[in-house]
């Protein structure tokens, strides 16, 4: 069974007393363990597409399946324990509190999910020494470049190890080198720990390091390779 799977998925928006298809009548199946890149211009629904795969939104007609459970029609409280337990998030601007310590960023979704403080910090601290933040625990966001507050939004959403990892233009807000460094170090995580990334992106960078590449146009799909 696919980790992910759209049957015949539409999204439509109303627009006054018009209509925007977002995504038409699409159908996508992503195993576990892929890295996975949707891929298109502007307007072309790939993040509409990533809000239906992590329950961020529902979609006007078809079905989408996570991990064997079918969700687009699930009610709130159920897609919010299922965003928690099931779906780490990388956002684009990283989304990290600024009162909080980089730590503490990295530990909240443990914290909402009742893991004890002893053991969220240990899953932290390895998980920083792996990405290449040790040290930097108690430093608080407004403190760390723009590499390593993404660095710590990965964190974030690795720690509770979810069935996948869904990520809006992870490289928008960096450099080439922090770029590089970054799609490396998923990469890295997609071999080791063997966790399930999908992007959105058109940055050429994040494409030609794609495993799959799932180009949309017009909210439909135009190839898969």
């Keep these: 069974m696919p980790l992910i799977e759209l049957k015949s998925v539409s999204k439509i928006y109303p627009l006054g007393s018009q209509q925007v298809i977002a995504v038409d009548d699409l159908s996508l199946s992503i195993e576990a363990g892929e890295f996975t890149v949707l891929a298109g211009p502007s307007g072309s629904g790939k993040t509409t597409l990533l809000n239906l795969i992590g329950c961020l939104d529902e979609p006007s007609r078809g079905e989408v399946w996570l991990d064997g459970q079918e969700v687009g029609g699930a009610p709130q409280p159920q897609l919010a324990k299922l965003r928690l337990r099931k779906i780490g998030f990388i956002f684009q601007s990283y989304n990290l509190i600024p009162v909080l310590t980089a730590a503490e960023n990295a530990e909240f979704t443990l914290m909402l999910m009742g893991v004890p403080k ?26 760390l470049s723009g590499g390593q507050q993404q660095r710590v ?22 450099d080439s ?11 890295r995580l997609n071999r080791e720990q063997g966790a399930t990334f999908v992007f959105s992106s058109h940055d050429p960078l994040v494409i030609s ?5 799932v ?6 799909l135009e190839s898969d390779r």
Aim: glycine content about 4%; proline content about 4%; cysteine-free.
């Design 177 to 187: 080198q922090a770029s590089e460094e970054l799609l490396a170090l998923m990469r």
């Design 153 to 174: 939004a990965i964190a974030r959403a690795m720690a509770s190890q979810p069935a996948v990892v869904l990520a809006d233009e992870p490289t928008a807000s960096l």
């Design 209 to 213: 390091r794609a495993q799959r590449v």
């Design 118 to 143: 002893s053991r969220r910090r240990q899953r932290v601290v390895e998980l920083f020494a792996e990405l290449g933040l040790a040290g930097l625990e108690e430093r608080k966001p407004s403190d």
């Design 215 to 220: 180009t949309l146009r017009d909210g439909r």
